[in-house]
């Protein structure tokens, strides 16, 4: 597609609920981030993967957070038994090339959660 | 760690006004900076980077240098429009090291711009 697609655009989840956040980036973009925005702040980072491999999982608050990009190109947040603190904006990146530097990354418009 | 402090909106401007957003950034080595603005509904988009010391990045009508002696990467437009009303995100990436993938952004300030 032409650009990074994200779904569900909206997503209301009651407290300890699973969800999942998909990203389909742009075809053929090695580099994939996810980013998590909760209101009022700047988007802080989740994880990385480059290709299938997740070489940086770092960002992710809890073991409640897991991601995968099993085929290199579609990846999927799972948040599981979600709590309040998790509702937020995922935003996921990508980037044709392994990223350093300068290169750039597209964004796409972001999943919102609410937890009730 | 690094970091970027920019300032606190919401920042409220006629239209045709002059606009500054200050950023400082915290950082090993030399980064590449960054500013992303966000308009309503949509994903973050670059509006312009600079990769090394007294770079200037531009793009429709913003301007920002890169300041290594005051660690500052200020936001200008010398005349604002309506549409220019977003959200704007300063954001640095370290260019060496282990992590120089990973985005470090500020708290965002929202400019509105009125007629």
């Known amino acids: 597609g032409a650009g990074v697609s994200q779904s569900p655009r909206y997503k209301v989840a009651k407290r300890g609920q699973d969800v999942a956040l998909r990203c389909d980036p742009i075809?053929?973009?090695?580099?994939l981030f996810w980013y998590q925005q909760a209101l009022g702040q700047g988007p802080e980072f989740l994880t990385y993967?480059?290709?299938?491999?997740?070489?940086?999982k770092s960002g992710l608050p809890s073991d409640r957070f897991f991601a995968e990009r099993p085929e290199g190109s579609v990846s999927t947040l799972k948040i599981q038994r979600t709590q309040q603190e998790d509702s937020a904006v995922y935003l996921c990146?990508?980037?044709?090339?392994?990223?350093?530097?300068?290169?750039?990354?597209?964004f796409g418009a972001g999943s919102r959660l609410t937890v009730l | 760690g690094d970091s970027v402090t920019q300032m606190e909106g919401p920042v409220t401007l006629s239209e045709e006004a002059f606009l500054t957003i200050n950023c400082t950034y915290t950082?090993?080595?030399?980064?590449?900076l960054f500013w992303y603005v966000q308009y309503p509904g949509e994903g973050l988009q670059l509006l312009l980077k600079a990769t090394k010391a007294d770079d200037k990045g531009s793009n429709k009508g913003f301007e920002a240098t890169y300041r290594k002696e005051t660690t500052s990467f200020h936001l200008e437009k010398g005349s604002v429009q309506v549409s220019d009303s977003a959200v704007y995100f300063c954001a640095l990436r370290a260019n060496s090291g282990g992590s120089n993938y990973k985005l470090t952004f500020g708290k965002g300030t929202l400019l509105t711009v009125n007629p």
């Open positions: 075809s053929g973009h090695v580099s």
């Open positions: 950082a090993t080595g030399y980064p590449s």
């Open positions: 990146a990508s980037s044709p090339r392994a990223l350093t530097g300068a290169n750039v990354l597209t």
């Open positions: 993967f480059q290709n299938e491999a997740q070489l940086d």
